[in-house]
């Protein structure tokens, strides 16, 4: 496009066929969508660039859900589909200062709409970001910036689930400063700083962070951060009520419902992290992190009083709501070891061993659920020229999920072991085809629970090819 203007454009498409439920039979859930963008990178002069990028998508999504029932057993299966859209567009103009000096402004559009039969969501964020590099003397440079962003959104519900109020504004601003000094002939690096946001829902988070970096000779690198960090309550954990379950109780319905509780704090989290890598050589290099996560302020489900009759709806509702009465504590350890053995072979091996513990305010506890190993062994094969093998095997050991529809709301996800292949054929310089196989050592297997709404679905072993043309 020109000696100072470059373009890319993509499109693809993405489909997937059913998973199966633990007893074999088809879970209803095969999505696909549609994407297309473009991204446009201008040199305006020696100093000045300008990007501007885009995405656009349209997609299906299949589900049966297992919704609450106005007739007995009060609790059957329905089919819903949901249709997705959406797009967004993002500028960004830096500015090359002086030699130690960066400046960038940045502004950011994106609209969604989300139609299904429960809840139908249309939403428009628009974000402005500003942000200023420069340095200090010799060895500090500092960055700090400024962003607003204004989220619109409008909802329509059903019986099932709908927001009060149905449309809200938004309003997110904040501001962050760090900097990073270099001491001893960058022998030491500590860098330092905080963000400071202001929300709609929890007011003013301060999230504060300092890290270590120490280099005592060519081969060793130590290091250490302590942050903190914060989650706010989303919008449908503040305004939203759902129907979750319903319950045969001597033949009259009792209906499980989730209330919306705007009194929520933000979830905190303080974490304290050291490690240290050895190079001994240029092919390989060792890490160990370790590290300690402190949790305060976790949302829960709890059951508010007890059952009571609902003069509107004429039924049994035992309120369920989100409130801050968690806190837990996680730590472990990770290692990580690259390897290459040659030009053509490269290996990498990673082990994370964590540990958790938690508390709440009351007596009715949720275990969240951490998984206590991981294995990860990732390997690439350089065959011939234009021929690579990818492979990716990795081991997760037995977590716990929460699931509403169990009678100790906890499920029990068992441990597994999988591989992923892909050979990739490079027929020309700009083409590439790709064959993938993934989750190859079993038929099938069961990685994650959801909360409520639909049974417990197996990933299957899976196969497929492409192509990738760049121009």
Not at 36 to 49: E, H, I, K, P, V
Not at 189 to 197: A, I, P, Q, R, V
Not at 198 to 207: A, K, P, R, S, V
Not at 443 to 465: G, I, K, M, T
């Amino acid at each position: 496009m020109g000696k100072d203007k470059f373009w890319r454009i993509y499109a693809k498409h993405h489909a997937i066929e059913n998973f199966q439920r633990l007893s074999g039979e088809n879970a209803g859930d095969d999505w696909q969508i549609n994407q297309a963008g473009f991204r446009m990178d201008t040199q305006l002069s020696l100093a000045d660039n300008l990007t501007l990028q885009g995405d656009f998508y349209d997609g299906r999504i299949h589900q049966d859900l297992y919704l609450y029932s106005q007739a007995s057993p009060y609790m059957d299966e329905f089919p819903v589909k949901t249709d997705v859209s959406g797009g967004n567009i993002i500028g960004r103009w830096t500015k090359i200062l002086s030699g130690s000096s960066e400046m960038f402004v940045q502004m950011y559009y994106d609209g969604m709409q989300r139609s299904e039969d429960i809840l139908n969501e249309d939403r428009h964020n628009v974000d402005v970001e500003f942000q200023h590099r420069f340095g200090v003397g010799f060895g500090n440079d500092i960055i700090w910036g400024l962003r607003l962003r204004h989220s619109h959104d409008d909802y329509s519900g059903s019986k099932v689930a709908f927001m009060d109020p149905v449309s809200t504004n938004d309003l997110l601003y904040s501001a962050f400063i760090q900097d990073e000094i270099s001491l001893l002939e960058d022998k030491i690096k500590l860098t330092f700083g905080s963000k400071f946001d202001h929300n709609d829902y929890t007011g003013l988070e301060i999230q504060p962070s300092t890290r270590l970096l120490w280099a005592p000779g060519k081969h060793h690198r130590l290091w250490t951060a302590i942050s903190r960090a914060t989650r706010i309550p989303s919008r449908v954990e503040a305004n939203a009520m759902v129907y979750l379950s319903g319950t045969d109780i001597a033949g009259n319905p009792l209906y499980s419902r989730f209330v919306n509780n705007e009194d929520q704090m933000a979830e905190t989290l303080w974490a304290w992290e050291a490690g240290y890598r050895f190079i001994p050589q240029q092919n390989l290099s060792i890490d160990l992190a370790l590290f300690f996560n402190d949790y305060e302020n976790l949302r829960i489900y709890t059951p508010q009083d007890s059952a009571y009759f609902d003069a509107d709806s004429q039924v049994l509702v035992q309120d369920i709501v989100l409130s801050n009465m968690s806190n837990a504590r996680s730590w472990g350890a990770e290692i990580a070891v690259d390897l290459a053995t040659g030009r053509k072979v490269k290996w990498t091996l990673a082990y994370s061993l964590a540990y958790h513990d938690y508390d709440n305010d009351h007596n009715f506890e949720i275990d969240f659920g951490f998984t206590k190993h991981l294995v990860s062994l990732k390997s690439r094969f350089d065959l011939t020229e234009n021929l690579t093998l990818d492979a990716w095997f990795r081991y997760v050991g037995k977590t716990n999920a929460t699931y509403a529809f169990s009678e100790t709301v906890i499920y029990e996800i068992d441990d597994y072991a999988t591989l992923d292949l892909r050979l990739g054929w490079w027929i020309r310089p700009d083409l590439e085809f790709f064959l993938t196989g993934q989750n190859l050592l079993q038929d099938r297997h069961l990685e994650f629970v959801q909360e409520a709404f639909s049974h417990p679905v197996e990933v299957p072993r899976s196969a497929y090819a492409g192509l990738t043309y760049k121009f």
